[in-house]
């Protein structure tokens, strides 16, 4: 095989590689991430109470579209979360959002995405889903006790589209610093999570919402 030959094999593969990369960047996808949807029997996730003194009300407001590969919340069940059922350390977790449009005077949308929760959702860290905004809040456990948080006066900018329109989050926790990014920017950091270990979660909070491209990847 001459000289020439090798060094257009060679350039050939990178090519092919750049090309693979390139497609995983263009559709969303991280490199490790699995695909964590749910079945039609939600089975792996399991519903808590928003509070933890609550119990979880009887109708079922969740439901998967096996066909569009969505997630749906109706909004009408009660406060709570739908918790994925394995406990995390560091990891990026990934999914899209978007609200069902109740009509232009609307403006309360409200929804949210899960991280580091205890068990039962005592301690919980979330990405606020809003058309305010998203930004990082929750009950944070500093010092032996628990402390309510709200970082929306440092939100970076609002990134979050009109209801209707597909929303782009990213959960990193990595040790003890959380980042939220949105539709491709990082908007909010909290650099004290009190818990090292948790669940992910998405939340009901009284508007139909719909998930998809719901990716988690844990890191070492």
Known sequence: MTRWRIS???AS?????????????ASGQ?????DILPDEALHGW???PFSAIDGVKPKLQWRVDPAQHTLICAGDGGH???RYDKELGDFVFEADWRFTPRGEA????????GARLSQFGEIYFQAQTTLAGGYLFGNNFVDGALRRFNLSKEMKENRVKPAGEWNHYELRAQGSHLTLSVNGAVVNELPNCGLLKGYIALEAEGYEITFRNLKLQVLP
């Open 106 to 113: 609307e403006t309360r949308y409200n929804s949210g995405v």
């Open 80 to 82: 709570e979360w739908l």
């Open 13 to 25: 593969a990178f090519t092919g590689v750049a090309a693979m990369l390139a497609t995983g960047a």
């Open 30 to 34: 991280s490199a490790g991430a699995v």
């Open 8 to 10: 257009f094999l060679i």
């Open 46 to 48: 399991t519903r808590i």
